[in-house]
Antibody
Framework: EVQLVESGGGLVQPGGSLRLSCAVSGLTVSSNYMSWVRQAPGEGLEWVSIIYSDGSTYHADSVKGRFTISRDNSKNTLYLQMNSLRSEDAAIYYCAKVDLGIRAFDFWGQGTMVTVSS | DIVMTQTPLSSPVTLGQPASISCRSSQSLVHSDGNTYLSWLHQRPGQPPRLLIYKISNRFSGVPDRFSGSGAGTDFTLKISRVEAEDVGVYYC??????????FGQGTKVEIK
């Protein structure tokens, strides 16, 4: 059974940093495309970052230069390092697996909440 | 950048009646490989999204056959043949043709009248 479990969310001041983790079981992170998607309170879904199986990474313009997606193959875990946080980064952050053949998010975690406030 | 526009944004429906959601993209979603990477997701309150439909019209594993997708190019539709209570929530279309960016529609809230 595939499971994605996010952690690391919490309250952080504007300008601060946070690292989110997504512990994965039932599949190998390094063999798949993995992504982060966020949802601000009461808002829709926004794609944030993706890491390909070859290690290539891409980020949305809204977070480029501030967020970094990475993975630890030995821990089968996905990460999102978030720096220079702004109030508009407050959201639930979901990790999701991409089915490469259909290019759709077929598995999702439950999400972790990030609050940015002084 | 690709813009995905859903209509309506809210859809009150009667149990047992059909529902339809439209999604329009600002550019064609036909990929050079011939596929169209347009998917639909459903999010119940307090839950993560779940995949319903991929590549326009293919139901994901476990999705009831009352859900169907159609369309081509820039215009797509999700239909629920007979709405059940568990179908409430927000529905999103998403494009993955113009990668690496993934773009979601604004979401359509389906609620029971």
């Amino acid at each position: 059974e595939v499971q994605l479990v996010e952690s690391g969310g919490g309250l952080v001041q504007p300008g601060g940093s946070l690292r989110l983790s997504c512990a994965v079981s039932g599949l190998t992170v390094s063999s798949n495309y993995m992504s982060w998607v966020r949802q601000a309170p009461g808002e829709g879904l926004e794609w944030v970052s993706i890491i390909y199986s070859d290690g290539s990474t891409y980020h949305a313009d809204s977070v480029k230069g501030r967020f970094t997606i990475s993975r630890d193959n030995s821990k089968n875990t996905l990460y999102l390092q978030m720096n220079s946080l702004r109030s508009e980064d407050a959201a639930i952050y979901y990790c999701a697996k991409v089915d490469l053949g259909i290019r759709a998010f077929d598995f999702w975690g439950q999400g972790t909440m990030v609050t940015v406030s002084s | 950048d690709i813009v995905m526009t859903q209509t309506p944004l809210s859809s009150p429906v009667t149990l047992g009646q059909p529902a339809s959601i439209s999604c329009r993209s600002s550019q064609s979603l036909v990929h050079s490989d011939g596929n169209t990477y347009l998917s639909w997701l459903h999010q119940r309150p307090g839950q993560p999204p779940r995949l319903l439909i991929y590549k326009i019209s293919n139901r994901f594993s476990g999705v009831p056959d009352r859900f169907s997708g159609s369309g081509a190019g820039t215009d797509f539709t999700l239909k629920i043949s007979r709405v059940e209570a568990e179908d409430v929530g927000v529905y999103y279309c998403m494009q993955a043709t113009h990668f690496p960016q993934r773009t979601f529609g604004q979401g359509t809230k389906v609620e029971i009248k």
